[in-house]
C-alpha cells in the first residue's frame, strides 16, 4: 500500500495556505516539525512566517532565539532569507497572559479587576481542563485576524488527547450554555443574595448538598466568578465560532504528526477521523522517526546468522556488532512500516511523507533546516 | 526466575517488596517513553508470589486494556492477569464523574439526589471549573484503593497509577494546593489533605520513565525538581528501550567490516560494506549522546532501573519480562 507522496513545498509555498495546524500524540516531534516547516517557509518560499509554539523543548526555543514566554512573536535572526525575503518570527503561547487579554478586550477595566481577583479565575485560566488549547485556538484567531502573516504554523498543545483543542471552544460553548451555569446566575441576575434563593424546591436537595460539600464561601466565589464572566460570553463564543470556521476553511490545511508506534498511529487515525467527520481540511501525514530500508545486500536473518558464526570464531567483535547493529535496522524499518500501513490502510487517499530518524537531537537553526528538507 | 527464589529473596514481610517497598507507585514520563507499559509491568512485577495489586489509569485514554488485550474497562477493579503463586493484578479506570458519585454516596448517602446532579450537569460543571477538585477525586480514589482494608489486612500489597506525563504531574499530585484556593471548609478538603499526606509519605514513591533522548531527559530532570520541591518522594528513574552495548570500541574502519565480512563467508561488496559503515557511524553518534544523557542522569542520585528496547513491541509476554527485570532491580 503506497499513499499520494505529500507534496510539502507546494503547500508552504501556496498563498492560499495561510494557516498549517500541526497536530499528534505528544512526543512524536510536533514543535520539531511545526519549526522545520516555518523556517523552510520563510528560507525556501520567502514567506512572511510565524511559528506559534505551546511547550517548546528549551534548546529547540533557544535555537529561534525565544528565551522567555513573552506572547509576542519575535523575530528569528540568524537565518539564510536573502534570497527569497522571506521572513520567520516565532512566539510561545502563555495561556494566562492570553485570557487575560480576552476578558480585557470584552468586559470594563472595573469587572476585569474584578474577574481577575476571583480564585476561580485564578485556577480556571491556569489550570481549566481545555484552556490551554482555548487560548491557542483565541491566539492563532489573533494572529489571523491581525493580517500580516503570510503563513501562520500551530504547533498545538501536548493534550491528553490530541483532539481537545478542537473540543475546546465546543466544551467552552456548553459549559456557558449549561443548565448549571444558569441555575447559578439566576440570582446574581436578579440581584438575590443567596446563590439559590430562586430556584424550584425540587433543587432544594440540591443546594444543600452543594453547600454542605463544597462550603458557602465557595459557591459566593462561584456565583461572583459566573456572575463576572456573564457580560462577556457573547463575545467569547463570538471568537471561538470564528476560529472555528477559519479552521474549516481551505485556508487551512492540518498536518498529522505521527511517529511510527503503535499508539500514535492509532491516534493519528483517529484524528483523521475526526478531522473529516468536523470537515477540516486534512493535508496530509508527516510520519517522523522513521528508519528507511536501505538494503545493503545482506538480510536481518543472513547477518544475525554471520555475527553469531564471528561471535564463535571471536577475533571479528566489531563486524559482528555492525552486523547486529544492520539485522536490528531493518528489523526496526519493517516493524515500522508495517505499523504505518495501520493509517495508510485506512486513510489511503491522504497524503504521506516521512522523515528518516536522526542520529542525534535536532536543536538548531541546521537541524531544522535538515529536517525541512527530509520533510519536501 | 523460579518463583521460590523471588519469594526468598525479594519479599520481606508480607505485604512489602525489598526493592520496592511503597505501597502506591506512581508512574510518570514524558509522552511516548512508555510509562504505561513500565507501570504494567510494575504491577505485574509487584503481584508475583501470590500477590495482589492494583494498576490505575486516570486520564481515560484504555492505555491498560490496550496493553493487555482486553476490552475497554468499566469504573470497576477487574483482573487483568495472574501471576506466580495465585497472584493477580486487578485494573481500575478512574472515571473523575463515577468517582464523584461513588464519593457523594459514600459520604452522603445521596442516591436519587446523586444522579439528579448528574441530570443539570453539575458534575460537568464541577470537573470543568475546577479541575483541581477533579484531580482531587481521583487521587482521591487512588488513596482510598491503597489503604483499603478487609478483616484487618490490606486489600492490595500495591497500587500502581499510571499518571499523567511529566508535564503535568506536579500539578496533579499538588492537590492540596490547588483545592485550597478554593476550598476552605469541608469534606473536600479534608479529602485533600488526606491525599497530600498519602503522596508525602513514605509510603509513596514518583517514578520517572524516560528514554535516552534529550527532550524525555530534560522533562525527567525538570519533574523531578519540581515533585521535590513540593516533597512528593521520588523514586526509580526508570530508562526504557535502552539499546545493547554493540561496538564498545567506540571505532569502526571499512577495511575492518570487509575483513569481518569475509570471514564470515559474506560477499563484501563496496556498496554493502559502505551502508554498513554509514549504519554503525549512526550507531555510535547515537549511542555518544545516549552516554551523556545517562551521566546527566545519574548526576541526579536516584536509583536507576534499564529496560532493554523491545524489539517486537509489548505483548502480555514482554511484559512479564520487563517485570522480572525491574523487580531484580
Known sequence: MTAPRLDVD???????????????????????????????AAEVHGRRTVVLTIDPARRLAQSMGLTELD????????????????????????????????VEQHTTPKRAAEIFANPFYQAMSSTF??????????????????????????????????????????????????????????????GGRSVFSLVTASFGLFSKTVQKVLGAQLLTDLSGFVAALDSMFGGFRQRADQTY?????????????????????????????????????LAGL??????????????????????????????????????????????????????????????????TTSVAAQPADVHDVDGLRTIGALLA | MPVRLTRARNVGRMGEHRNWPERLHVVTGKGGTGKSTVAAALALGLAAGGRRTLLV?????????????????????????????????????????????????MFYKLGAAGRALR?????????????????????????EATTRSRDGSRVYDAVVLDAPPTGRVGRFLNVTEETARLVKVGPIKTQSEGVASLLRSPMTAVHVVTLLEEMPVQETLDAIAELTALHIPVGRVVVNGARPPLLAGGKVTKAEIKRGL?????????????????????????????????????????????????????????LGELAALLMRA
Not at chain 1, 19 to 25: P, W
Not at chain 1, 249 to 270: G, H, N, S
Not at chain 1, 286 to 301: K, Q, T, W
Not at chain 2, 125 to 136: E, N, Q, S, Y
Request: charged fraction near 25%.
Open chain 2, 57 to 105: 489509569e486516570v486520564e481515560g485514554r484504555q492505555g491498560i486494556a490496550q496493553l493487555f488485550g482486553l476490552e475497554p474497562l468499566p469504573y470497576a477493579e477487574r483482573r487483568v492477569a495472574q501471576t506466580t503463586g495465585g497472584g493477580e493484578v486487578r485494573a481500575l479506570a478512574v472515571d473523575p464523574e463515577e468517582a464523584l458519585l461513588e464519593y457523594l454516596d
Open chain 1, 71 to 102: 506572547n509576542t512573536p519575535r523575530h528569528v535572526k540568524g537565518i539564510d532569507t536573502e534570497r527569497t525575503g522571506g521572513e520567520l518570527h516565532a512566539m510561545m503561547l502563555d495561556m494566562k497572559r492570553t485570557f487575560d487579554e480576552v
Open chain 2, 119 to 143: 441530570k443539570v450537569g453539575a458534575i460537568d460543571f464541577a470537573t470543568t471549573i475546577a479541575p483541581g477538585l477533579r484531580d482531587v477525586l481521583l487521587t482521591g480514589k487512588v488513596k
Open chain 1, 10 to 40: 507546494g503547500l508552504l509555498s501556496d498563498p492560499s495556505i495561510r494557516i498549517v495546524v500541526c497536530c499528534g500524540a505528544g512526543g512524536v516531534g510536533k514543535t520539531t516539525t511545526a519549526a522545520a516547516l516555518g523556517l523552510r
Open chain 2, 262 to 318: 569475509t570471514a564470515a563467508g559474506l560477499p563484501a561488496a563496496t556498496a554493502t560494506v559502505s551502508r554498513l559503515t554509514t549504519e554503525a557511524q549512526a550507531h555510535l553518534t547515537r549511542r555518544e549522546l545516549e552516554e551523556s544523557l545517562r551521566l546527566e542522569l545519574a548526576e541526579l542520585d536516584r536509583p536507576m532501573v534499564e529496560l532493554p528496547l523491545l524489539p517486537d513491541g509489548v505483548d502480555r509476554a514482554a
Open chain 1, 286 to 351: 508527516v510520519l517522523n522517526r522513521m528508519h528507511p530500508i536501505e538494503p545493503a545486500g545482506l538480510s536481518a536473518a543472513d547477518s544475525e546468522a554471520a555475527a553469531d558464526r564471528l561471535d564463535e570464531t571471536g577475533d571479528q567483535q566489531v563486524t559482528a556488532d555492525v552486523l547486529r547493529i544492520h539485522a536490528a535496522l531493518l528489523r526496526q524499518a519493517e516493524r515500522e512500516a508495517g505499523v504505518a500501513t495501520g493509517f495508510t490502510g485506512a486513510f489511503p487517499s491522504v497524503p
Open chain 1, 245 to 281: 470556521r477559519i479552521l474549516q476553511d481551505p485556508q487551512t490545511a492540518f498536518l498529522l504528526v505521527a511517529a511510527p508506534e503503535r499508539d500514535a498511529i492509532r491516534e493519528a487515525a483517529y484524528f483523521a477521523e475526526r478531522l473529516v467527520a468536523e470537515r477540516m481540511p
Open chain 1, 129 to 190: 481542563a481545555g484552556t490551554q488549547e482555548y487560548m491557542a485556538m483565541e491566539k492563532l484567531g489573533q494572529l489571523r485576524a491581525g493580517d500580516q502573516w503570510d503563513l501562520i504554523v500551530v504547533d498545538t498543545p501536548p493534550s491528553r488527547s490530541a483532539l481537545d483543542f478542537l473540543d475546546a471552544p465546543a466544551r467552552l460553548s456548553r459549559f456557558l450554555d449549561g443548565r448549571m451555569l444558569r441555575m447559578l446566575l439566576a440570582p446574581a441576575r436578579t
